[in-house]
């Protein structure tokens, strides 16, 4: 079946493009950025804040990224202006200037992921979509899988209308 047939706009597969590109970026930029922000970590050593301190390996440096929000918060102003400078030596570019690269990757791939289940829920037999976004997260993400999955085809060849283009 041809896509028109189906029902799928140039604007679904103008969010499923933007889904596409957003999961890549995201996949470019995590390994540069946890690999900068565990050289810091393992570099300076920081500790959890004496209040977490009570939990098995509290004692330990931390070592993940994710765990950051145990230290003190002179350790993470630290943490963070470290892990700034290295983002500006490597050009990684934010739109805010305290950004991380990672993070604002991670909203974008989040962002693109809404607007394809609306874009998408404008179709009749879709409509169930425009409330993907809260469902818990299993359901969401084959939601989304299902989605693409559908969509992928239709990507290789597509090119937006003129009309699509012009906004």
């Given at each position: 079946?041809?896509?028109k047939?189906?029902?799928?706009?140039?604007?679904m597969?103008?969010?499923?493009?933007?889904?596409?590109?957003?999961?890549a970026?995201e996949?470019?930029?995590?390994?540069?950025v946890?690999?900068?922000q565990?050289?810091?970590?393992?570099?300076?050593g920081?500790?959890?804040?004496?209040?977490?301190?009570?939990?098995?390996?509290?004692?330990?440096?931390?070592t993940?990224?994710?765990?950051?929000?145990?230290?003190?918060e002179?350790?993470?102003a630290?943490?963070?202006?470290?892990?700034?400078?290295?983002?500006?030596?490597?050009?990684?570019?934010?739109?805010?200037?305290?950004?991380?690269?990672l993070l604002?990757?991670?909203?974008?791939?989040?962002?693109a992921?809404?607007?394809?289940?609306?874009?998408?829920s404008?179709?009749?037999?879709?409509?169930?979509?425009?409330?993907a976004?809260?469902?818990?997260?299993k359901l969401?993400?084959?939601?989304?899988?299902?989605?693409?999955?559908?969509?992928a085809?239709?990507?290789?060849?597509?090119?937006?209308?003129?009309?699509?283009?012009?906004s």
């Amino acid at each position: 079946m041809d896509r028109k047939t189906l029902g799928i706009t140039d604007d679904m597969l103008q969010a499923a493009q933007a889904l596409v590109d957003a999961r890549a970026r995201e996949a470019i930029l995590r390994p540069q950025v946890e690999n900068y922000q565990r050289l810091i970590l393992a570099k300076h050593g920081f500790h959890r804040e004496p209040k977490y301190r009570g939990v098995p390996d509290g004692h330990l440096p931390i070592t993940d990224p994710n765990k950051v929000w145990l230290m003190s918060e002179s350790d993470l102003a630290a943490y963070v202006a470290e892990c700034h400078l290295e983002r500006d030596r490597l050009g990684l570019l934010t739109r805010d200037p305290e950004g991380c690269p990672l993070l604002e990757a991670q909203a974008r791939r989040t962002e693109a992921e809404w607007q394809l289940f609306q874009t998408l829920s404008l179709h009749p037999k879709l409509a169930h979509l425009k409330s993907a976004n809260e469902k818990p997260l299993k359901l969401r993400q084959e939601a989304l899988d299902l989605s693409m999955k559908f969509l992928a085809p239709f990507l290789v060849n597509h090119r937006p209308s003129p009309a699509a283009s012009a906004s």
